[in-house]
Protein backbone atom coordinates (compact mmCIF):
# COMPACT_ATOMS: atom_id res chain seq x y z
CA UNK A 1 0.00 0.00 0.00
CA UNK A 2 1.29 3.77 -0.50
CA UNK A 3 3.56 5.05 2.31
CA UNK A 4 4.12 1.45 3.59
CA UNK A 5 7.31 1.28 6.03
CA UNK A 6 9.75 -1.43 5.03
CA UNK A 7 10.37 -4.15 7.65
CA UNK A 8 7.74 -4.19 11.35
CA UNK A 9 8.21 -1.84 13.51
CA UNK A 10 6.77 -2.40 17.42
CA UNK A 11 2.82 -1.22 16.98
CA UNK A 12 2.05 1.73 18.85
CA UNK A 13 -0.54 3.11 21.39
CA UNK A 14 -3.06 5.62 20.23
CA UNK A 15 -6.47 5.10 18.97
CA UNK A 16 -5.23 7.32 15.53
CA UNK A 17 -2.20 4.77 15.37
CA UNK A 18 -4.86 1.60 15.45
CA UNK A 19 -6.35 2.97 12.70
CA UNK A 20 -3.40 2.57 11.06
CA UNK A 21 -2.75 -0.44 11.74
CA UNK A 22 -6.52 -1.56 10.83
CA UNK A 23 -5.87 0.08 7.40
CA UNK A 24 -2.96 -1.97 6.58
CA UNK A 25 -0.71 0.83 8.11
CA UNK A 26 2.81 0.06 9.73
CA UNK A 27 3.59 2.74 12.30
CA UNK A 28 6.98 3.17 14.09
CA UNK A 29 6.61 3.03 17.80
CA UNK A 30 4.71 5.87 19.46
CA UNK A 31 3.52 6.24 23.34
CA UNK A 32 0.16 7.96 23.76
CA UNK A 33 0.51 10.38 26.95
CA UNK A 34 -1.80 9.59 29.81
CA UNK A 35 -5.61 11.31 29.86
CA UNK A 36 -5.46 14.14 32.96
CA UNK A 37 -9.15 14.78 33.69
CA UNK A 38 -12.13 12.69 34.75
CA UNK A 39 -15.18 12.73 32.59
CA UNK A 40 -18.41 11.77 33.34
CA UNK A 41 -19.77 8.23 32.22
CA UNK A 42 -19.85 7.95 28.72
CA UNK A 43 -17.42 10.12 27.31
CA UNK A 44 -14.16 10.81 25.27
CA UNK A 45 -11.12 11.48 27.22
CA UNK A 46 -9.81 15.57 26.59
CA UNK A 47 -6.07 14.78 26.02
CA UNK A 48 -5.08 13.51 22.62
CA UNK A 49 -2.04 10.92 21.54
CA UNK A 50 0.55 12.66 19.96
CA UNK A 51 4.08 11.72 18.77
CA UNK A 52 6.74 13.11 20.78
CA UNK A 53 8.37 16.32 19.57
CA UNK A 54 11.38 15.37 18.75
CA UNK A 55 10.89 11.98 16.73
CA UNK A 56 11.41 12.98 13.59
CA UNK A 57 11.43 9.50 11.93
CA UNK A 58 7.90 9.46 13.26
CA UNK A 59 6.95 13.17 11.79
CA UNK A 60 8.55 12.43 8.02
CA UNK A 61 6.27 9.04 8.68
CA UNK A 62 3.28 10.90 9.23
CA UNK A 63 3.91 13.62 6.37
CA UNK A 64 4.79 10.87 4.00
CA UNK A 65 1.92 8.86 5.04
CA UNK A 66 -0.51 12.03 4.52
CA UNK A 67 1.04 13.01 1.01
CA UNK A 68 0.83 9.25 -0.33
CA UNK A 69 -2.68 9.04 1.08
CA UNK A 70 -3.83 12.21 -0.32
CA UNK A 71 -2.36 11.33 -3.93
CA UNK A 72 -4.57 8.24 -3.53
CA UNK A 73 -7.62 9.50 -2.53
CA UNK A 74 -7.37 12.00 -5.70
CA UNK A 75 -7.53 9.12 -7.66
CA UNK A 76 -10.10 7.35 -5.43
CA UNK A 77 -12.31 9.92 -3.24
CA UNK A 78 -14.86 7.33 -2.25
CA UNK A 79 -12.30 5.17 -0.61
CA UNK A 80 -13.61 5.07 3.33
CA UNK A 81 -9.94 3.03 4.50
CA UNK A 82 -8.31 5.47 3.01
CA UNK A 83 -9.70 8.46 4.60
CA UNK A 84 -9.88 6.50 7.81
CA UNK A 85 -6.09 6.14 7.33
CA UNK A 86 -5.81 9.83 6.44
CA UNK A 87 -7.43 10.72 9.99
CA UNK A 88 -5.36 8.49 11.79
CA UNK A 89 -1.87 9.81 10.20
CA UNK A 90 -3.66 13.70 10.44
CA UNK A 91 -4.65 13.14 14.15
CA UNK A 92 -1.26 11.87 15.49
CA UNK A 93 0.37 14.87 13.75
CA UNK A 94 -1.81 17.31 15.32
CA UNK A 95 -3.85 18.12 13.12
CA UNK A 96 -7.37 17.42 15.02
CA UNK A 97 -9.77 19.57 12.70
CA UNK A 98 -8.23 17.83 9.29
CA UNK A 99 -8.70 14.73 10.97
CA UNK A 100 -12.06 15.06 12.23
CA UNK A 101 -13.14 15.74 8.66
CA UNK A 102 -11.19 12.96 7.24
CA UNK A 103 -13.21 11.07 9.48
CA UNK A 104 -16.30 11.95 8.34
CA UNK A 105 -15.52 11.90 5.37
CA UNK A 106 -14.78 7.73 5.48
CA UNK A 107 -17.84 7.75 7.58
CA UNK A 108 -20.65 9.13 5.06
CA UNK A 109 -19.22 6.33 2.68
CA UNK A 110 -20.21 3.37 4.23
CA UNK A 111 -20.47 3.97 7.87
CA UNK A 112 -18.08 1.77 9.18
CA UNK A 113 -17.69 1.17 12.56
CA UNK A 114 -13.94 2.10 12.75
CA UNK A 115 -14.43 5.81 11.26
CA UNK A 116 -17.85 6.04 14.13
CA UNK A 117 -15.35 4.83 17.19
CA UNK A 118 -12.96 7.31 15.96
CA UNK A 119 -15.13 10.36 16.17
CA UNK A 120 -16.47 9.44 19.76
CA UNK A 121 -12.75 9.20 20.68
CA UNK A 122 -12.08 12.80 19.29
CA UNK A 123 -15.05 14.07 20.83
CA UNK A 124 -17.16 14.19 17.94
CA UNK A 125 -19.90 12.33 18.15
CA UNK A 126 -21.66 9.99 20.78
CA UNK A 127 -19.31 7.48 22.76
CA UNK A 128 -20.39 4.09 22.41
CA UNK A 129 -20.90 1.64 24.95
CA UNK A 130 -18.07 -0.67 23.69
CA UNK A 131 -15.53 -1.38 21.29
CA UNK A 132 -17.14 -2.27 18.20
CA UNK A 133 -16.02 -5.79 17.80
CA UNK A 134 -14.77 -5.54 14.14
CA UNK A 135 -12.22 -2.99 15.58
CA UNK A 136 -11.04 -5.16 18.16
CA UNK A 137 -10.81 -8.27 15.48
CA UNK A 138 -9.14 -6.21 12.89
CA UNK A 139 -6.64 -4.76 15.52
CA UNK A 140 -5.39 -8.03 16.96
CA UNK A 141 -5.66 -9.71 14.17
CA UNK A 142 -2.96 -7.83 12.83
CA UNK A 143 -1.31 -7.92 16.16
CA UNK A 144 -0.83 -11.11 16.65
CA UNK A 145 2.70 -12.36 14.89
CA UNK A 146 4.05 -9.46 17.40
CA UNK A 147 2.31 -9.56 20.16
CA UNK A 148 3.75 -11.81 23.18
CA UNK A 149 7.00 -9.89 21.56
CA UNK A 150 6.03 -6.84 22.22
CA UNK A 151 3.67 -6.93 25.19
CA UNK A 152 6.33 -9.35 27.16
CA UNK A 153 9.44 -8.22 25.71
CA UNK A 154 8.96 -4.38 24.97
CA UNK A 155 6.68 -3.38 27.92
CA UNK A 156 6.89 -5.80 30.45
CA UNK A 157 3.21 -6.24 30.30
CA UNK A 158 2.50 -7.95 33.80
CA UNK A 159 -1.40 -8.42 33.56
CA UNK A 160 -1.65 -12.11 33.16
CA UNK A 161 0.75 -12.86 36.13
CA UNK A 162 -0.67 -10.69 38.41
CA UNK A 163 -4.49 -11.45 37.95
CA UNK A 164 -3.91 -14.96 38.31
CA UNK A 165 -2.04 -14.10 41.41
CA UNK A 166 -5.31 -12.32 42.84
CA UNK A 167 -7.37 -15.52 42.16
CA UNK A 168 -5.13 -17.65 44.00
CA UNK A 169 -5.40 -15.47 46.89
CA UNK A 170 -8.99 -14.79 46.67
CA UNK A 171 -9.29 -19.10 46.46
CA UNK A 172 -7.43 -19.41 50.07
CA UNK A 173 -6.66 -22.78 50.69
CA UNK A 174 -8.71 -24.69 48.39
CA UNK A 175 -6.25 -27.37 46.38
CA UNK A 176 -9.07 -28.76 44.31
CA UNK A 177 -8.76 -27.79 40.54
CA UNK A 178 -11.82 -25.81 38.94
CA UNK A 179 -13.03 -24.85 35.66
CA UNK A 180 -11.41 -21.49 34.04
CA UNK A 181 -12.13 -19.29 31.21
CA UNK A 182 -9.34 -16.96 29.92
CA UNK A 183 -12.11 -14.80 28.41
CA UNK A 184 -9.85 -12.71 26.03
CA UNK A 185 -7.16 -14.99 25.75
CA UNK A 186 -5.21 -13.28 23.04
CA UNK A 187 -2.25 -15.63 22.55
CA UNK A 188 -2.09 -17.54 25.41
CA UNK A 189 -0.40 -15.15 27.89
CA UNK A 190 -2.12 -16.03 30.67
CA UNK A 191 -2.19 -19.50 30.08
CA UNK A 192 1.06 -20.62 32.09
CA UNK A 193 -0.30 -19.11 35.27
CA UNK A 194 -3.53 -20.32 34.91
CA UNK A 195 -2.69 -24.45 33.98
CA UNK A 196 -2.05 -25.29 37.71
CA UNK A 197 -5.21 -23.65 38.85
CA UNK A 198 -7.45 -25.28 36.24
CA UNK A 199 -8.89 -28.99 35.72
CA UNK A 200 -9.99 -27.17 32.75
CA UNK A 201 -9.24 -24.23 31.17
CA UNK A 202 -11.02 -22.96 28.12
CA UNK A 203 -9.87 -19.88 26.23
CA UNK A 204 -11.54 -17.24 24.23
CA UNK A 205 -10.90 -14.51 21.84
CA UNK A 206 -12.10 -12.33 18.91
CA UNK A 207 -9.62 -12.64 16.55
CA UNK A 208 -8.97 -15.64 14.91
CA UNK A 209 -5.32 -15.10 14.44
CA UNK A 210 -4.83 -14.55 18.11
CA UNK A 211 -6.67 -18.04 19.24
CA UNK A 212 -4.44 -19.64 16.70
CA UNK A 213 -1.29 -18.53 18.65
CA UNK A 214 -2.83 -19.81 21.66
CA UNK A 215 -3.61 -22.98 20.49
CA UNK A 216 0.18 -23.29 19.48
CA UNK A 217 0.74 -22.86 23.32
CA UNK A 218 -0.67 -26.32 23.88
CA UNK A 219 -1.72 -25.59 27.33
CA UNK A 220 -5.86 -24.19 26.83
CA UNK A 221 -8.78 -27.55 26.58
CA UNK A 222 -10.85 -25.69 24.33
CA UNK A 223 -9.98 -22.59 22.59
CA UNK A 224 -12.91 -20.67 20.62
CA UNK A 225 -13.10 -17.39 18.31
CA UNK A 226 -16.16 -15.96 19.99
CA UNK A 227 -17.81 -12.81 21.62
CA UNK A 228 -17.42 -12.27 25.55
CA UNK A 229 -20.81 -11.50 26.64
CA UNK A 230 -22.81 -13.89 23.84
CA UNK A 231 -20.33 -16.48 24.91
CA UNK A 232 -20.86 -16.71 29.00
CA UNK A 233 -24.74 -16.17 28.62
CA UNK A 234 -25.19 -19.31 26.80
CA UNK A 235 -22.54 -20.91 29.29
CA UNK A 236 -24.49 -21.45 32.68
CA UNK A 237 -22.96 -21.94 36.08
CA UNK A 238 -20.12 -23.33 33.81
CA UNK A 239 -16.90 -21.85 35.55
CA UNK A 240 -15.68 -21.50 39.06
CA UNK A 241 -13.14 -18.69 37.85
CA UNK A 242 -13.63 -16.19 35.06
CA UNK A 243 -10.16 -14.31 34.29
CA UNK A 244 -10.10 -11.31 31.74
CA UNK A 245 -6.85 -9.69 31.35
CA UNK A 246 -6.63 -6.55 29.38
CA UNK A 247 -10.36 -7.66 27.94
CA UNK A 248 -12.43 -5.13 30.29
CA UNK A 249 -10.80 -1.49 28.80
CA UNK A 250 -12.69 -2.63 25.63
CA UNK A 251 -15.99 -2.22 27.48
CA UNK A 252 -18.05 1.07 28.86
CA UNK A 253 -20.51 -0.28 29.77
CA UNK A 254 -19.77 -3.12 32.07
CA UNK A 255 -23.47 -4.34 33.13
CA UNK A 256 -23.96 -6.35 30.45
CA UNK A 257 -20.43 -8.04 31.32
CA UNK A 258 -21.05 -8.00 34.93
CA UNK A 259 -24.34 -10.00 34.16
CA UNK A 260 -22.80 -12.73 31.34
CA UNK A 261 -20.18 -13.67 33.88
CA UNK A 262 -22.11 -13.68 37.53
CA UNK A 263 -24.32 -16.39 35.24
CA UNK A 264 -21.63 -18.13 33.86
CA UNK A 265 -20.52 -18.49 37.54
CA UNK A 266 -20.88 -21.14 40.19
CA UNK A 267 -21.67 -20.10 43.25
CA UNK A 268 -18.75 -19.25 45.13
CA UNK A 269 -16.49 -18.12 42.15
CA UNK A 270 -14.38 -15.10 40.94
CA UNK A 271 -14.28 -12.97 38.31
CA UNK A 272 -11.10 -11.43 38.02
CA UNK A 273 -9.74 -8.63 35.53
CA UNK A 274 -7.48 -5.78 34.77
CA UNK A 275 -8.65 -2.61 34.00
CA UNK A 276 -7.46 1.22 33.36
CA UNK A 277 -8.18 3.44 36.73
CA UNK A 278 -10.70 6.50 36.03
CA UNK A 279 -10.78 9.23 38.75
CA UNK A 280 -14.05 10.08 38.20
CA UNK A 281 -17.53 8.51 38.91
CA UNK A 282 -17.89 6.29 35.74
CA UNK A 283 -16.41 5.33 32.68
CA UNK A 284 -14.69 7.54 29.87
CA UNK A 285 -13.14 6.67 26.13
CA UNK A 286 -9.52 6.99 26.62
CA UNK A 287 -7.64 9.21 23.47
CA UNK A 288 -5.88 5.52 22.56
CA UNK A 289 -9.01 3.48 22.44
CA UNK A 290 -9.72 2.07 25.74
CA UNK A 291 -12.20 2.63 28.67
CA UNK A 292 -11.09 3.36 31.97
CA UNK A 293 -13.43 2.94 34.76
CA UNK A 294 -13.79 4.60 38.77
CA UNK A 295 -13.67 2.19 41.15
CA UNK A 296 -17.02 3.37 42.16
CA UNK A 297 -18.56 2.53 39.51
CA UNK A 298 -16.97 -0.80 39.20
CA UNK A 299 -18.07 -1.58 42.63
CA UNK A 300 -22.11 0.22 42.00
CA UNK A 301 -22.44 -1.96 38.96
CA UNK A 302 -20.83 -5.50 40.41
CA UNK A 303 -23.40 -5.17 43.05
CA UNK A 304 -26.06 -4.50 40.82
CA UNK A 305 -25.21 -8.02 39.03
CA UNK A 306 -24.93 -9.97 41.97
CA UNK A 307 -21.32 -9.51 43.14
CA UNK A 308 -19.46 -8.84 46.04
CA UNK A 309 -16.25 -6.93 45.93
CA UNK A 310 -13.46 -9.44 46.80
CA UNK A 311 -10.53 -7.02 46.30
CA UNK A 312 -9.22 -4.32 44.53
CA UNK A 313 -5.44 -2.95 44.36
CA UNK A 314 -3.68 -0.60 41.77
CA UNK A 315 -0.92 -2.68 40.36
CA UNK A 316 1.79 -1.88 37.56
CA UNK A 317 0.42 -3.54 34.56
CA UNK A 318 3.74 -2.45 31.72
CA UNK A 319 5.81 -0.25 31.00
CA UNK A 320 5.74 2.25 28.40
CA UNK A 321 8.81 4.73 27.35
CA UNK A 322 10.70 3.73 30.70
CA UNK A 323 7.60 4.82 32.21
CA UNK A 324 5.18 2.75 34.70
CA UNK A 325 1.44 2.05 33.63
CA UNK A 326 -0.32 1.60 35.98
CA UNK A 327 -4.05 0.13 36.72
CA UNK A 328 -6.41 -1.89 38.57
CA UNK A 329 -6.59 -5.36 39.53
CA UNK A 330 -10.25 -6.72 40.68
CA UNK A 331 -11.36 -9.88 42.22
CA UNK A 332 -15.47 -9.74 42.21
CA UNK A 333 -16.79 -12.80 44.18
CA UNK A 334 -19.97 -14.98 43.46
CA UNK A 335 -22.16 -15.37 46.52
Not at 57 to 67: D, G, P, R, V, Y
Not at 92 to 101: L, P
Not at 159 to 174: K, S
Request: glycine letters at 10%; hydrophobic letters at 50%; aromatic letters at 6%.
Amino acid sequence: MAGETPGKPPRPAGLAATLLGITGQKTPAIVAPPAKTASPAGTPAATPARPPAGDTKLQAFLAATIADTRRALAADPRDAALHLRLAGALRMQGDDDGAAAAARQSFAIDGNEAAGYFLAGIGDGAVPARTPDSVVTALFDQYAATFDQHLVGRLRYRAPELVAATVRAARGDRATPCDVIDAGCGTGLAAPFLRSLARRLDGIDLSPRMIAAARAKGLYDALEVAELIALLRDRPARYDVIVACDVIVYFGDLAPVFAAAFAALRPGGFLAFSAERDEGTGWRLLPEGRYAHARAYVAATAAAAGFAVHSVSDAVLRTEAGADVGGVITVLARP
